[in-house]
């Protein structure tokens, strides 16, 4: 009976195994995952801003709470949510840039108007107000590559979405080559937290 007891349980623990897998991977990708798109979405228009910042909080809690309230890895939670706020932050404007210039469509523009202004809080944001060559005008702001670098009457770049739903992309040439060193770091802090997620899961904790 005794050694009944002990392959019993060893026949559950190989079991269990399977699913502690797939249910570590599911984690490991979902959150990750669910930052990056939260992040891209905030670069959207139209309050599209607030939905991909909750996105991204809602997975900052969620991964915290599964490695360390449910799987009882204090360390790995903290590392996690730090983490996923930080890749919501890099993958929104780097994913913007990368699918904007690589994907849009070029046109020549030049800068009306360019300035910065201060908000209640005491931000400063920057604009450039940009008439292309078709006469289409348009307002673009820090999400969209103006940190104050253009003055009034430069000749400038518009890289345009395709699908209409991002505003245009400025830059001082038509050069599609994107940012290797932001893109370095949004798919470091993705393989960060995945990595994180994924061994906190097949460590976890049984709970006292």
């Known amino acids: 009976m005794q050694t009944f007891g002990i392959s019993g349980s060893a026949e559950t623990a190989v079991a269990e195994k399977p699913r502690r897998t797939a249910n570590t991977l599911f984690w490991a990708v979902l959150i990750p995952t669910a930052a990056t798109v939260g992040g891209f979405v905030s670069q959207y228009p139209y309050g599209m801003l607030w939905v991909g910042v909750l996105i991204v909080l809602a997975a900052a809690a969620t991964g915290p709470i599964v490695a360390g309230s449910v799987w009882n890895r204090a360390g790995a939670a903290t590392l996690v949510g730090f983490a996923v706020l930080a890749l919501g932050l890099f993958a929104g404007s780097n994913l913007n840039e990368t699918y904007m210039k690589q994907l849009g469509e070029r046109a020549g523009a030049v800068v009306v108007e360019a300035g910065e202004r201060v908000n209640a809080k005491g931000d400063v944001r920057h604009f450039c107000r940009v008439v292309d060559d078709s006469g289409s005008r348009a307002e673009l702001g820090d999400i969209q590559n103006c940190h104050g ?15 209409a739903g991002l ?6 040439t038509d050069d599609r080559a994107v940012d290797p060193v932001g893109l370095g770091i949004t798919g470091g802090l993705y393989a960060l937290t995945a990595a994180t997620l994924f061994h906190a899961g097949h460590r976890r904790r049984q709970a006292r």
Not at 151 to 161: E, I, Q, S, Y
Not at 167 to 172: L, M, V, Y
């Open 167 to 172: 505003d245009p992309w400025i830059e001082a």
């Open 149 to 163: 670098q253009f003055a009034t009457g430069r000749r400038v770049v518009l890289f345009k979405d395709r699908l």
